[in-house]
C-alpha cells in the first residue's frame, strides 16, 4: 500500500494522541497519589501476640511489594497478613513482631515505616530502584565451584578495587553475585570505561575458568535495585526454575493454580515450609513476572505457612494455559528453595 504524506500525518497524529493520553493518565495518576496519601495505622492492642499495620492508600503498582519489603528490611516477621487491592484503592492488613516475638514498640521502628511508606507514594521511582552514586556494582551469574567468591575478590583486590559488600545465592551448581565495589584511593564509583572493560575481561576470564562451565555473565549495574530482589531477577533470568524441577531436591510444599472464573482471577495457594522473609520471595516473584496481585490471604503463624492470591496478569489476563500455570508453580518453587540454599551454603563453604 502506497503511503501519501496524507497517511503519514494522520498516523504520527495517531502516536502523538495515545502518547499524549498516556502522559495524561500519569499526571493524573500522580495527582491521585498526592491527593491520597497513605495511612498507616498502628495497633498494639486488637491482638494479644503481634502489633496490626494497617496501611490504605490509592492503588498503584507494586505498593504491595514496597510495604512488605519494608517490613523484612526492617526485620520484623509478618504472620499474618490480609491484601485487598481491588479498584483504585490498596488495604492492606500485617499481624508483625520483632525479632525477638515481641510486638512492636519502637517508636523509631514506627516513624520509620510511616516515613517510608510516605515518601515511595510520592516517588515515581520503580519499586527498590534508585540512581548508582557510592559504588560501582558488579552483577554476575555462573557455574558454581568451591573458592569460586574466594577467585573474585582476590582478583578485584589485585585491580585496586575495594569490595565494599557481595552478597550471592545458589542453587543447582548456580550462582548469582551482587558485589559493590569502590576505586581503593577515592572510595568512590569507577567512571573509568577503559578499567571497568578489564575488570569485566578479568572477571569473565575467572567465571568460565571451569571447562564444564554453562553461560557465564557479568555486567555492570546502571541502578541500585533493592539487592535481594535483583538476585531473585538474575536468577530467574537464569532460568533455574526448570533445574529446579530437573536437576534438584524435591520441593518441601504444595502449590497450586486453580481459576475462579466468575471473578476473574486465577487463585494460587501455596504451601510450605515456614521461613523469614517468605512472603516477600513469593510476592517478588509474582510481581517480577508480571503478575498484579488484587486480593491474599497469608498465615504463617507457625511452622507450615499458608499462602493464598488471586491474581491476574498486567494485561488483565487469568492463566489460561497449562503451560503458564506449570511455570508460575516452577518460578514460585524456585523463588521459595533459592534463600533455603543461601542457608546451606553459608554452612557448606
Known sequence: MFWSPRHRFAGLAGFQAMFSQQHTDDEYQKL????????????????????????????????????????????LNIHKAYISSDGGWFMDVFHVTDTFGKKVT???????????????HQCSQTVGVQSVARHTIIELVGTDRPGLMSEICALLVNMNCNVVSAELWTQCMRVACVLYITDEITLGPITDSTRLGKIKESLSKVLNGDPTSKCARMDFARSVTHTERRLHQIMYADRDYERVEEECWDFDGKITIESCAEKGYSVVSVESRNRSKLLFDTICTLIDMEYVVFHATIDTDGLIALQEYYIRHIDGRMLDSAAERRRVSQCLRAAINRRVTQVLYSFLH
Not at 43 to 58: L, M, W
Not at 106 to 120: D, H, L, P, V
Open 106 to 120: 519502637s517508636e523509631e521502628t514506627i516513624r520509620n515505616i510511616e516515613e517510608t511508606i510516605g515518601f515511595s
Open 32 to 75: 491521585v497519589w498526592r491527593l491520597n496519601p497513605p495511612r498507616v495505622v498502628v495497633d498494639n492492642d486488637s491482638c494479644e501476640n503481634a502489633t496490626v499495620f494497617k496501611v490504605d492508600s490509592s492503588n498503584r503498582h507494586c505498593i504491595l511489594l514496597e510495604v512488605v519489603q519494608l517490613l523484612t528490611d526492617l526485620e
